[in-house]
Nanobody, 123 residues
Framework: QVQLVESWGGSVQAGGSLRLPCEAS????????MAWFRQAPGKEREGVAA???????TYADSVKGRMTISMNYNLNTLYLQLDSLQPEDTGMYYC?????????????????WGQGTQVTVSS
């Protein structure tokens, strides 16, 4: 199994930005797909953004135009750039890798998960 470690969450005011890295324990170019999920207090975990090995990206409607997912193959790191943050973006953000067969890009069927990093947006 690939180990995933998220970091650089934090507290920002509305309109601010954050960049979340997720370091993987193995070569990410061997992974078909990686994604970011988030879970707000009292809500279910939801898919935010996904990227496949060929660079195809998928975004949740709620974050299109405000968040960008990317990979750095040299550093084995997945990133999520969060811009124009709003209080409703508050939650624990998780990195995921290697979806099970027939899992949609933003579906929950990923085999490997990180421990998460907290993002808090104040108004």
């Amino acid at each position: 199994q690939v180990q995933l470690v998220e970091s650089w969450g934090g507290s920002v005011q509305a309109g601010g930005s954050l960049r979340l890295p997720c370091e993987a324990s193995e070569w990410i170019d061997a992974l078909y797909c990686m994604a970011w999920f988030r879970q707000a207090p009292g809500k279910e975990r939801e898919g935010v953004a996904a990227i496949t090995r060929d660079g195809t990206t998928t975004y949740a409607d709620s974050v299109k135009g405000r968040m960008t997912i990317s990979m750095n193959y040299n550093l084995n790191t997945l990133y999520l750039q969060l811009d124009s943050l709003q209080p409703e973006d508050t939650g624990m953000y998780y990195c995921a890798a290697d979806p099970a067969r027939r899992t949609p890009p933003l579906g929950p069927g990923y085999r490997n998960w990180g421990q998460g990093t907290q993002v808090t947006v104040s108004s």
